[in-house]
């Protein structure tokens, strides 16, 4: 059974950081290009960061871009996002995801791809 565990969420001041975690349990990690969504109040789910399977490519959103960082840790099957100079925009429920690497596709992936996702964990930007 595969699990998608995401933590490190909670409430920081605006311009403050945050280190998200994402772990898996019940798949081979390094055969999956992981990825971050977000999902605020009111808006669509957004794809934030993602990153291949080997960390070789990495790919960041606009809004996140120069202050969000992805990385992973295959031999720990973590995936991790440091978050800096947060903004109370990135308020919102942010949630870790999988694709199969061995699936042949564009990059970034497309939401379609990920195939395992976690709960999410909330992080909160007061002003």
């Known amino acids: 059974q595969v699990q998608v565990v995401e933590s490190g969420g909670g409430e920081v001041q605006a311009g403050g950081s945050l280190r998200l975690s994402c772990t898996t349990s019940?798949?081979?990690?390094?055969?999956?290009?992981m990825g971050w969504f977000r999902q605020a109040p009111g808006k669509e789910r957004e794809g934030i960061s993602s990153?291949?399977?080997?960390?070789?490519?990495?790919y960041y959103a606009d809004s996140v871009k120069g202050r969000f960082t992805i990385s992973r840790d295959n031999d720990k099957s973590t995936l991790y996002l440091q978050m800096n100079k947060l903004s109370p925009e990135d308020t919102a429920m942010y949630y870790c995801?999988?694709?199969?690497?061995?699936?042949?596709?564009?990059?970034?992936?497309?939401?379609?791809?990920?195939?395992?996702w976690g709960q999410g964990t909330q992080v909160t930007v007061s002003s």
């Open positions: 990153i291949t399977w080997g960390g070789g490519s990495t």
């Open positions: 019940g798949l081979k990690f390094d055969d999956y290009d």
């Open positions: 995801a999988a694709a199969d690497a061995r699936i042949g596709g564009v990059w970034p992936r497309t939401e379609d791809d990920y195939v395992y």
